[in-house]
């Protein structure tokens, strides 16, 4: 998965800064790292979080 880190709470930690000083949206984080955006989002729903595009960040679910 790109330069991201393997684990998922440290990826969390990566996209969501991404996120919010970076990017406007998931879809372009993903294009940009060239990363698949539904395996990122399974990787994170597996520790419980999910994307919530009105603020642009993974929050728990």
Known sequence: M??????????LSV???KLRDEFDS???LCQVQQVDMDEM???LAAIGYRY???QNRFGSC
């Open 2 to 11: 790109s330069m991201l880190p393997q684990d998922p709470y440290l990826l």
């Open 41 to 43: 989002s399974q990787r």
């Open 26 to 28: 998931l879809e372009e």
């Open 52 to 54: 919530i595009p009105e």
């Open 15 to 17: 996209v969501n800064t």
